[in-house]
């Protein structure tokens, strides 16, 4: 279901095409512990959808036969896809970086026992949600509870090395809105979470990635229902700089879906909107072994301006270093 897609196709976007393909950002699947409602992809504890073993071994010879240099996964939690540890080993066998984009509870979750030591075992770089450094609105926005164990799950990384210099054992955060504004500037955004989770908790980190909410699937349906969906767009494109076009994911990247249909990115395949590739109209891993990704045109809708506005937004976090953005942070926030 994509209820925010006739909302979003008809826009003025400039034109963009990609760079070159740096990146493989992989959904293994839409099944997740967790029911977020700024999730964009409708994840949940009920969703069934998940990568086969045939995709995946699909995936790894598109990583291998591109050299491709990060493989980047993502779900719903990925590491509820039974062939998850085994995408990892081969990966990593191949020298890519391999990133998690881990909710932090699912390292808790039974059956997946001994998780944190295999992402370290392996060199995973490991990208884990915290939406706030505080109790009350990280339980509001993911559900009872689950800031006490996203603690813990932080506390279990760092003990492995996870964000402690000389490691090499990467941990980013990342921080969403808790509604339709733009997130706080980067920079002192990660000083106060670093702050405050080290006086409270001892955990360290590396870098606190701030991105901005996508107006699709749950979120988008979210601010439909509220009569906050056109208001939300006119502050995305009031807060629009076009220099942030240069820096851009999608540049650079390719979104695989759990089926292995590829997508310019991840919201994109939320929506429907394939990637261009050759003469596919719905391209696959299997064209992309074939045909080189450099200078197709990006598929672009309404929620581009998303990537776009204020500092920037990537999963890699804000695209610029400084930005006017007027929302409040995570401090501010619990006060209200």
Not at 198 to 208: K, P, S, T, V, Y
């Amino acid at each position: 279901m994509r209820p925010t897609l006739p909302l979003l196709v008809q826009t003025d976007f400039p034109a963009l095409s990609r760079k070159g393909l740096e990146t493989l950002q992989v959904n293994l699947g839409y099944k997740c512990n967790q029911s977020c409602v700024h999730c964009h992809v409708n994840a949940g504890p009920n969703r069934t959808e998940m990568m086969d073993e045939e995709t995946v071994r699909l995936v790894l010879a598109v990583l291998q036969a591109r050299q491709i240099k990060t493989l980047d996964l993502t779900g719903g939690a990925p590491e509820l896809n039974e062939y998850f540890r085994t995408m990892v080993q081969e990966a990593r066998s191949m020298g890519v970086r391999v990133i998690d984009r881990c909710n932090l509870t699912i390292l808790s979750e039974p059956g997946q026992g001994g998780l944190a030591a295999f992402l370290a075992e392996q060199g995973v770089e490991v990208t884990a949600s915290l939406p706030c450094y505080s109790p009350s609105n990280v339980d509001r926005q993911r559900g009872d509870g689950v800031f006490e164990r996203s603690i813990a799950g932080l506390q279990t990384l760092n003990a492995l090395g996870y964000g402690q210099e000389g490691s090499g054992l990467v941990l980013n955060l990342v921080y969403n809105p808790q509604g339709p504004v733009l997130p706080p500037v980067q920079g002192p955004l990660e000083a106060d979470y670093k702050r405050e989770l080290r006086a409270h908790f001892g955990i360290r980190f590396n870098q606190l990635f701030a991105i901005t909410n996508m107006p699709v699937q749950r979120f988008g349906s979210t601010l439909v229902s509220k009569g906050s969906f056109e208001g939300y767009m006119r502050l995305l494109k009031d807060a629009y700089r076009p220099e942030n076009l240069q820096t851009v994911m999608c540049r650079t990247l390719l979104s695989v879906d759990w089926q292995g249909y590829l997508y310019d990115c991840d919201f994109n395949q939320m929506l429907g909107m394939p990637a261009t590739l050759a003469a596919a109209s719905r391209p696959h891993l299997r064209d992309l072994l074939a045909t080189d990704a450099l200078s197709t045109p990006i598929h672009v809708a309404d929620h581009c301006y998303g990537c776009t506005a204020g500092q920037g937004s990537s999963c890699g976090g804000a695209l610029e270093a400084e930005s006017a953005d007027p929302a409040l942070a995570c401090s501010a926030l619990e006060a209200r």
